[in-house]
Structure formats: structure tokens, C-alpha cells
């Protein structure tokens, strides 16, 4: 059982880690703040020192490979609701408890940069934000030819009723869009105001702009599909800030080649929770955005604001304490 004092801590990622955070360590701990940017400095760093908690972040896998370097790690810390960069069967099976903002919905509802980021790639297709300031850098200073549209009375559908489905539905309201809902697991009469509850056809049928905010769980199959690619309204925008597996890309490069939709934004790829910051990437949405203007990638920055980190890891360094207390 461990207690709250000296305890060896890795965090993984310092930079995200400012000084009013650090401040919320207690002094009894020795702390190793390291900037790991690859799974290759996670196993060296591993090999060479024993902790007994390690903070994690995304980009960093946590499995079989790292659990048996560090015989002593008893708590995985990790400021996300997503956990596909943990394999959940290889922790349980070494007793590692897992400490995320999963299920933290109080503390979550003041968090709301992975929902405008949302809304900050749909204003940026609608606006051709990207082509637009291309063309000035250039010396052109010409807006013929340029696709812009009005969100006002257009047609907004959301794929996940949770907490960032709910934002969203704010953001669509007071850009004076009609807003529809599609999530299995919420009844009717939870969805807020101003947004009614549709199946997920309907709402692909119908709507000009999707929002992918469904949570994802390790094994999930893609909601998106070949099918219903098929059923979505000819022409619509796409946005996708929530997990990458959960729309088929071989199915969205097919929408794309057969002009089904208008274009797509998206802050998440498949894989991309294990990807190093220092790391290539081979993705076939990447290679197709350096020749397709309508494709706008972001590198999973969504919840990176500067705001959202430090309430983030600030929260997660309580919920650590709070939960080494309560265990003894």
C-alpha cells in the first residue's frame, strides 16, 4: 500500500507541467519531470530508474513492455478521457490502477477546448480560412473562386451527446443553425434545449455539417462506415475531435475521391494516441491533405489549450492525492 509520502514520481511530459501545477506536488515526493517525446526515451528512462507512479500523456504507449521494466509502479496517472494509449488488460494484470479524467464530468464541464477547436476547423472550412490566407501570403490579394458559407440556417449534426455533444449544441444555437443529436446511450428528454434526439441515418441524411464527439473505447468498431458514407447528405462537412477509429478512413478517402462530401477537418487519426511528437507519420489522410484543400488536419491539439493543461494536470495531481489518502 502506498502512502503519500516519499513516493518516486515520473511525469512525462514537463513542459505541460507549469510552476503553479508543480506547486500541487507535495515536498515529500521525488519527482522526475522529463520531456519524452518517443516510446524509445519512455523505455530507456524506464530501464534506468524504479517509480512507483508515473504520470502519463498521449504518445506514450503503456503495455506489457513498460510494466515490466518497473516492478514497483503501482498508480498510471493520465489527464485524458480517452485510454487507448494504455492497454487496460496488460495493467489490471500487473495491479495498476489507472487515474484519468474518465467519468469526471463536474470538473470536465469547465473544460471546453476540445469543443471550440470543433467548431474553430468547421468555421475554418466554411470560411476557406486556409486557401484564403494562402493566396495573401502569395502577394494575391483576389477572393474569386473562393468556396464561403453562411452557418445561419444550415443544418448541424452531432454524433455523441456527452459533455462536448452538449458544447457544441450552444456553439450551434448561437450561430442560428437547426442542431440534431444521435447517441444510443442518452434518452430523449436529456438532450438540451434546442436539439432534437434523431437516429444516426436521419441525422446523416439531413444534416450539411457532422461533429464527431462520441467517446471510444479500445476495440470499438468505427460508427462511420461504407454505409454510411453512403447515407450522408451529398455535400456535407465532416469534423471529426473525438477518436479516429471511429470512422473507417478507407471509407472517408472513398467519400472523398467520389466528392460525397465537401470536406473534412479533423484533430484525430486513427493510431494517433500512440504517435511520438517526434515521430513521422504514414497516414493516408496526411498524405492526401498535402494535395487535397479540402482536408484540414490538426495534430490532436484539441484539449491542448494552455488553459485546459494546467486545470487538467492540476486536477489530476489532486485526484492523486485524494486517492492515496482515501487508500489508507
Keep these: 500500500m502506498l502512502t503519500t509520502n516519499h513516493l518516486r514520481i515520473l511525469v512525462t511530459e514537463a513542459e505541460a507541467y507549469a510552476k503553479s501545477t508543480r506547486e500541487c506536488f507535495l515536498d515529500?515526493?521525488?519527482?522526475?519531470?522529463?520531456?519524452?517525446?518517443?516510446?524509445?526515451q519512455l523505455i530507456k528512462i524506464c530501464s534506468e530508474a524504479s517509480y512507483d507512479i508515473i504520470f502519463a500523456k498521449l504518445g506514450l504507449v503503456f503495455d506489457r513492455s513498460i510494466f515490466d521494466l518497473q516492478s514497483d509502479l503501482k498508480i498510471l496517472v493520465t489527464p485524458t478521457t480517452g485510454l487507448n494509449h494504455i492497454v487496460l488488460p496488460d495493467a489490471q494484470s500487473y495491479g495498476i490502477k489507472i487515474l484519468s479524467l474518465r467519468g469526471e464530468a463536474a470538473f470536465l464541464s469547465s473544460v471546453t477546448s476540445t469543443a471550440e477547436h470543433a467548431w474553430t476547423l468547421l468555421l475554418a472550412i466554411n470560411r476557406s480560412?486556409?486557401?484564403a490566407g494562402s493566396r495573401v501570403s502569395s502577394g494575391?490579394?483576389?477572393?474569386?473562386?473562393?468556396?464561403?458559407?453562411?452557418?445561419?440556417?444550415?443544418?448541424?449534426?452531432?454524433?455523441?451527446?456527452?459533455?462536448?455533444?452538449?458544447?457544441?449544441?450552444?456553439?450551434?444555437?448561437?450561430?442560428?443553425?437547426e442542431v440534431v443529436g444521435y447517441d444510443p446511450h442518452v434518452a430523449s428528454d436529456m438532450f438540451p434545449a434546442g436539439c432534437r434526439k434523431v437516429d444516426l441515418q436521419e441525422l446523416l441524411a439531413w444534416s450539411?455539417?457532422?461533429?464527431m464527439l462520441a467517446s471510444y473505447n479500445p476495440?470499438?468498431?468505427?460508427?462511420?462506415?461504407?454505409?454510411?458514407?453512403?447515407?450522408?447528405?451529398?455535400g456535407a462537412v465532416l469534423i471529426n475531435v473525438a477518436r479516429g477509429e471511429l470512422i473507417d478512413e478507407q471509407a472517408l478517402v472513398d467519400a472523398l475521391d467520389d466528392c460525397k462530401i465537401r470536406a473534412f477537418g479533423a484533430d484525430v487519426l486513427i493510431g494517433d494516441s500512440s504517435w511520438g511528437s517526434n515521430e513521422l507519420i504514414g497516414s493516408e489522410i496526411v498524405k492526401r491533405s498535402k494535395v487535397d484543400s479540402r482536408i484540414i488536419l490538426t495534430p490532436h491539439m484539441g484539449g491542448y489549450a494552455r488553459e485546459a493543461i494546467?486545470?487538467?494536470?492540476?486536477?489530476?495531481?489532486?485526484?492523486?492525492?485524494?486517492?492515496?489518502?482515501?487508500?489508507?
Excluded at 445561419?152 to 442560428?176: E, H, K, N, P, T
Excluded at 450539411?208 to 461533429?211: I, K, L, R, S, T
Excluded at 494536470?313 to 485524494?322: A, P
Design 219 to 234: 476495440g470499438d468498431q468505427p460508427i462511420l462506415g461504407k454505409s454510411e458514407f453512403n447515407s450522408l447528405r451529398l
Design 129 to 131: 480560412l486556409m486557401s
Design 310 to 328: 494546467e486545470k487538467t494536470r492540476k486536477f489530476m495531481v489532486g485526484q492523486l492525492i485524494q486517492h492515496l489518502e482515501s487508500s489508507n
Design 208 to 211: 450539411e455539417y457532422v461533429v
Design 140 to 177: 494575391l490579394w483576389k477572393r474569386q473562386g473562393l468556396e464561403v458559407h453562411e452557418l445561419s440556417g444550415s443544418r448541424l449534426g452531432l454524433i455523441g451527446m456527452g459533455r462536448l455533444g452538449r458544447m457544441v449544441v450552444r456553439y450551434g444555437l448561437a450561430f442560428q443553425m
Design 28 to 40: 515529500s515526493w521525488d519527482i522526475t519531470f522529463a520531456e519524452i517525446y518517443d516510446q524509445h
